[in-house]
């Protein structure tokens, strides 16, 4: 099964973007791009289109991150998203020793965390809202999960 692809909107016209060059890199972003294509009271939304400057505390150097979804609501509020599994969105458990894996989910968390203050800056100086949607927030909006 792939999980990576190029999605297509039924309502092109609320695309804020390239329409022919969306692309999702898991189920669950698919699964968004239909909900926000299909919900009346999004205005707009993009994919991968804000790119914000953040300083990484694994490194010291500044990368770019391209935030996973904007969107614009009818009343003007306007969101960045980023959807992540709920397990990448805590600290990783200490499996009481320093294993390859639990340092790479380290150093994994520590970067994500990086982006998403940098990016919760950004929404901030702009009146946005930023937000990190895990599989528990999607079902809450009736997002369909696949797995």
């Not at 953040?54 to 509020?77: A, I, N, P, W």
Request: positive net charge; hydrophobic residues 30%.
């Amino acid at each position: 099964m792939t999980y990576r692809g190029k999605f297509s909107p039924r309502n092109p016209g609320k695309y804020k973007g390239d329409v022919s060059n969306i692309v999702y890199r898991s189920l669950w972003e698919r699964q968004v791009f239909r909900w926000l294509d299909e919900q009346s009271n999004i205005k707009s939304w993009s994919s991968e289109e804000v790119v914000v400057p953040y300083r990484c505390s694994t490194d010291g150097k500044m990368h770019r991150y391209f935030v996973d979804v904007k969107f614009e609501l009818q009343d003007g509020r306007i969101f960045l998203v980023e959807i992540k599994p709920k397990k990448e969105t805590v600290p990783p458990k200490n499996p009481g020793r320093k294993t390859k894996r639990y340092i790479t989910e380290v150093l994994t968390y520590v970067k994500n965390t990086s982006k998403w203050e940098a990016a919760k800056e950004y929404a901030a100086d702009r009146g946005w809202k930023f937000e990190v949607w895990n599989e528990d927030f999607l079902k809450s909006l009736g997002i369909k999960i696949i797995t």
